[in-house]
């Protein structure tokens, strides 16, 4: 193709106005990236184009088919192609940037790509420094670029590179290039004046990403201690310990009026102060160095109204600060001759930011900077004991400095409440997130002196908690402007005051100050004033959250058994929290009273708040955990608190919420109610179940048999006139039973009561299959009962196969009207009607195999009215048809199906059920292609034809047309080429058993199966792979191939498995896939290639799949991949 001919469809592509011309030109343009042939015609573009967008193009696609065919090339071209584009960037020809950056991308990957190959590639430091040395600045500049790409590019993973390669290519470039660039950054901003600011710039980031780069390939080992830190080598410390770099870096940034170069100057600190600490060494020079960086800080924070202008300014110079109190210990600090103005000064700028900043990003990083000092200070106080030498920071004064942070932080988080609700922010105020990122360090400064900060915090609950009275009493509705702003207040404290009841995990082993009683007393204030405020009535949303998140809090810090504490001092404490509540609310305060106050505020939001999905989960979510625990639960019990919880849920349209609370009814009857502690063996962090047998199957007796009785009496009209909630409810409810057995034994006695009872079920889904909802509730329950951690059952246990023959007809009621006929031009397979009769549940798919095969290719006619009628594609069929699939997968693949006994008593359950699913999947209801585009319903999917295939292989060719078992075999493989890995090993997995049975059959005489006999399932497998004048197994031999040379695969050794036996059926196909790989490559690289592919079949032992061969197999293929890359032989388009 001529220059001016591929100038204009670069036009056409980058700049063009017209679509279709911008996507002809993408469709023409489309061997650029990936043909070989066209890596002359990029060359000769960039020698001889000068349209931007030409050289865009030659510049990216070289890029790409350099990485794809390196090996093509020999080493000393490909430091000609270097050198040359080196002296096209050097060429004073005004490129425009996005030209400029796409040949130094190309550049740097030429540079990476030989770095091992050609010790030439290792000059580009010394060629690109000596462009340092020109007077032009636009050369420097450039020189700084390529540093800036190569340096990057070394750091990252390249795709043609194996793991090995690139961390190899990136320890290589360290030792022998990294350190010489980072002196040449340090040179530049040395040397560079004020009128070269670009320099500067560059130079700074040049800097940072040299520090940041040491990540990739470095050792953990070399610093065990100092987890976090950047891992720099030993041979950076006469460049990086000398304090006059930091100090100079600090000078530019005091000094410079540009607000970004002070950000880049600062974000270069914040890497530099995370420098491993062990490289500042001995404790002088690290003493020497610490205090060169504070004097350079405290010169900035003096100078802050004029240095820290902007938000990110300001940001960047609290992560410096952070991140120096990281690598660095309190006691480093403490060395320095005069920390304490040090430290006073930065308390005061940290102060000035929390009160006038809007930054509260700066003000987290700050307050994480100060956290660390308070975590530290117990430490340091210690010594200080230890030793008897005073310090001139003394720890009092530094407890003054962190609760007078603690108490303006408060102050300003109030105040910035006004600023958030005026701009309509105040969910995100509050939201989870940014609490979390405040919390962990707020709960630190907090309990540093807990009982004066709590006393603050106290001050101001009250202060607002007076206010939202007042506007109680007033009246004032929920969504007005000022009650927002009160909750919004109060919420926020309150979820302080949840961070800091207890013990938080941040401070778990460490105590601050006072002592556990005198804690556990502030604990009781804390917690008062919360439980004051709760029973003030209704309030918002945001303040409800706030309330359940304390009351969870609570729960985990005092709602125990305190006769199951070990320790006195802990004893103390719980005596000490509830004997203070109890003072402070003027009457007895004990497990039961906290508990009963719990409920009752819970039970009030479920009726409040039944429309708003996050109140009701959190809710629910703190009943289930109080249910859960054994001393709550027994609590609850006693109480009856479930019972009395559980009448709201009478009229409930939330199924969820229903299924949760019977599931929390069901823990309270298996909860033990003994209370000799010996009979309490503990069962993890549930309930402790005992033999409560005859009282749970009473109670469950009592609470569903009126229903189902009820429910057996209706006609299928009745049942279809019956409203959905009501017939949903009883399947949901009786799945949050079903959820509570945790042990065998209970879920035994359930499924003795509810075994009698399935074909109720079966009825429902007769008559409501068009119900989404109703569908949703049954197949739900259906798959609890078989998923459930408590259902698996012995293998000689006759329970596993009760309980697939009851469920089994209501899967087979799911599956009648979804069953649609396949378009006439397909030809798919027969379907027999009558999937089952209304008035006989067993009487499913009652065609034998026999005539199965005979009414092939004849389309199904509809067994009901619903079979014509096509459902629009919505979310709930969706998941009805995953939950579908995940129930026959596990029937399946469980001890539900006893092969032997059911092919003794003839029974075609199993069967039927496998008939059923697949053409469901396959009748167009849900398109497949829909089925495996998705992932978590392909995930289902191709687990019920790994197992099909698996166990059930002969069953599948003895009842399916081979154009259906071709049509499954084909979406099998469209799935192994997904990108969810999983769902690709599913898909290898389902290959491998086909082929293997393939295999084997072959060396079989025909056997009898549970579908009765079947004398050729080879043949018909074989059908299968031809149907339609399609070549399946070889299609899939050069797949499976392509993929285990030429991709890094996760399931490597699943896609040997499955090439195994394919590979020993077609040796044919496999030779001329190799022939395909050796051609139209010059001989003696043909030779070469040819050597290596015979080194696949290398030390297989005869024509057997056995573990010997298929590890054999799996090694040379990985080894093979290796060398054919190495080659640069690529897949055959």
């Not at 609310?585 to 004990?590: D, F, I, K």
Request: glycine share 6%; with cysteine.
């Amino acid at each position: 193709m001529e220059v001016a001919r591929l100038e204009a469809l670069a036009f056409d592509m980058f700049s063009g106005a017209d679509p279709r011309a911008r996507t002809a030109a993408r469709v023409t343009l489309m061997p650029f990236q990936s043909s070989a042939e066209c890596i002359p015609q990029c060359q000769l573009l960039l020698q001889q184009s000068t349209k931007p967008e030409a050289l865009l193009l030659a510049a990216t696609s070289l890029l790409e088919l350099l990485t794809i065919y390196w090996n093509r090339f020999d080493a000393d071209k490909t430091v000609d192609m270097r050198n040359s584009l080196l002296q096209f960037l050097v060429q004073d020809r005004r490129l425009p940037p996005f030209v400029t950056s796409a040949v130094i991308r190309l550049l740097v990957r030429i540079t990476k790509l030989g770095w091992l190959q050609n010790h030439a590639h290792r000059t580009i430091c010394v060629q690109v420094g000596q462009l340092m040395a020109s007077p032009t600045v636009a050369h420097r500049a450039l020189a700084l670029q390529i540093l800036l790409e190569l340096v990057a590019e070394m750091s990252s993973p390249t795709k043609s590179l194996s793991f090995a390669a690139n961390r190899k290519v990136a320890l290589s470039f360290r030792t022998d290039a990294l350190l010489d660039i980072v002196t040449l950054a340090q040179v530049v901003l040395r040397s560079e004046s004020g009128a070269r600011s670009q320099c500067k710039v560059l130079a700074l980031q040049l800097f940072t990403r040299c520090l940041a780069a040491n990540v990739v390939g470095s050792q953990a080992e070399e610093a065990l201690e100092e987890t976090g830190s950047f891992m720099v080598p030993d041979s950076w410390r006469a460049v990086l310990a000398d304090p006059s770099l930091f100090a100079h870096v600090l000078q530019l940034a005091a000094s410079s009026g540009d607000q970004t170069e002070v950000a880049e100057c600062l974000d270069a600190l914040a890497y530099y102060a995370r420098v491993r600490r062990s490289l500042f060494t001995p404790d002088a020079v690290r003493t020497t160095f610490l205090a060169g960086v504070c004097r350079g800080l405290l010169e900035i924070s003096k100078r802050s109204h004029a240095v820290l202008v902007s938000d990110e300014t300001l940001s960047a110079f609290a992560r410096v600060l952070c991140n120096l109190k990281a690598t660095f210990q309190l006691v480093d600090f403490y060395q320095m001759p005069d920390h304490r103005s040090w430290i006073n000064e930065m308390a005061e700028l940290t102060l000035k930011t929390f009160k006038i900043s809007q930054n509260d990003a700066a003000s987290c990083t700050l307050l994480k900077f100060w956290a660390g000092f308070a975590k530290a200070g117990r430490f340091t106080q210690q010594a200080n004991r230890d030793d008897g030498q005073p310090r001139t920071m003394t720890p009092e004064s530094l407890n003054d400095v962190i609760l007078r942070l603690a108490l303006i932080f408060m102050e300003s988080q109030l105040d910035s409440v006004f600023r958030h609700a005026q701009r309509g922010e105040l969910a995100e105020f509050l939201s989870d997130e940014r609490l979390q990122e405040q919390m962990e360090s707020l709960q630190v400064l907090f309990r540093h002196q807990y009982g004066q900060t709590a006393a603050y915090w106290g001050k101001l609950f009250d202060e607002a908690d007076k206010q939202y009275r007042e506007q109680l009493a007033a009246k004032r509705p929920i969504g007005s402007a000022e009650r927002a702003l009160i909750e919004g207040r109060i919420s926020w404290l309150v979820h302080v005051g949840a961070s800091v009841v207890g013990i938080p995990k941040a401070l778990s082993g460490s105590r601050f100050g006072e002592t556990t009683e005198q804690n556990a007393r502030v604990d009781a204030e804390i917690a008062f004033r919360v439980l004051r405020l709760m029973e003030c009535g209704s309030h918002g949303v945001l303040l409800e959250q706030a309330i359940l998140g304390f009351l969870e809090q609570l729960r985990l810090a005092y709602l125990v058994d305190i006769t199951r504490v070990l320790s006195t001092t802990q004893r103390a404490k719980f005596e000490q929290f509830y004997t203070a509540l109890s003072s402070f609310c003027g009457t007895t305060m004990g497990h039961e009273q906290i508990l009963s106050s719990i409920v009752v505020k819970l039970s009030s939001n479920l009726r409040q708040f039944a429309d708003n999905a996050a109140i009701t989960e959190a809710c629910i979510e703190l009943i289930n955990q109080l249910s859960c625990h054994s001393f709550t639960g027994k609590l609850m019990k006693h109480l009856n608190i479930i019972g009395a919880i559980m009448s709201l849920t009478a009229g409930s349209s939330n199924l969820e919420l229903r299924s949760q609370f019977y599931a929390c009814w069901s823990r309270s009857l298996l909860v033990d109610d003994a209370d000799d502690p010996a009979s309490q063996s503990g069962n993890g962090d549930g309930g402790d179940i005992v033999d409560d047998q005859p009282a749970f199957r009473a109670a469950v007796t009592d609470v569903f048999q009126p229903q189902f009785a009820k429910l057996a009496a209706m006609s299928l009209d009745e049942l279809r006139h019956t409203e959905t909630g009501a017939l949903a409810a009883v399947a949901s409810d009786l799945r949050g039973v079903v959820s509570a057995c945790r042990e065998s034994s209970h879920f035994g006695v359930l499924f003795s009561w509810v075994e009698p009872h399935l074909p109720v079920f079966h009825r429902i889904m007769s008559a409501r299959h068009d119900s989404a909802i109703v569908a949703c509730a049954i197949l739900s329950l259906l798959q609890e009962l078989t998923s459930h951690r408590a259902t698996p059952f012995s293998s000689n246990s006759a329970d596993g196969i009760r309980l697939f023959r009851g469920i089994a007809p209501t899967l087979l009621a799911y599956a009648r009207p979804r069953i649609l006929h396949r378009e006439s031009n397909e030809q798919a397979g027969a379907i027999v009607p009558g999937l089952y009769d209304d008035d006989d549940p067993r009487s499913v798919l009652a065609a034998s195999p026999t005539n199965a095969g005979s009414n092939a290719g004849s389309p199904r006619q509809a067994g009901t009215r619903d079979a014509t009628r096509h459902h629009d594609l919505i979310e709930d069929d969706l998941v009805n048809l995953q939950v579908f699939l995940d129930v026959v997968s596990r029937c399946l693949r469980g001890d539900f199906v006893q092969v032997g006994a059911m092919q003794f008593y003839q029974d075609r359950t199993a069967v039927d059920l496998i008939r059923a699913t697949v053409l469901v999947v396959l009748s167009g209801h849900v398109p497949l292609q829909d089925i495996v585009s998705r992932v978590p319903l392909a995930k289902s999917y191709f687990g019920v034809v790994q197992v099909m295939f698996d166990l059930f292989a002969d069953v599948a060719l003895a009842e399916f047309d081979p154009q259906i078992v071709q049509e499954l075999i084909v979406s099998v493989a469209r799935g192994t080429t997904g990108f969810d890995h999983e769902n690709a090993g599913l898909c290898f997995d389902t290959l491998a058993s086909i082929f293997n049975f393939r295999f084997d059959q072959a060396k079989r005489r025909p056997q009898t199966t549970i579908a009765g006999p079947s004398p050729a399932l080879g043949p018909r497998l074989d059908a299968a792979l031809t149907a339609g004048n399609a070549n399946v197994a070889s299609h899939l031999l050069e797949m499976l191939l392509d993929m285990a040379l030429f991709e890094a695969d996760p399931n490597h050794a699943k896609i040997a498995k499955a090439l195994l036996p394919l590979m020993l059926m077609q040796e044919k196909d496999f030779e001329t896939y190799k022939a395909k790989l050796v051609r139209g490559h010059p001989e003696a690289l043909s030779q070469r290639i040819s050597r290596e592919l015979s080194l696949i079949t290398h030390g297989l032992s005869g024509a057997s799949i056995g573990k010997h061969n298929l590890a054999q197999l799996a090694a040379n293929l990985l080894l093979v991949r290796i060398h054919v890359a190495e080659l640069g032989v690529r897949a055959v388009q």
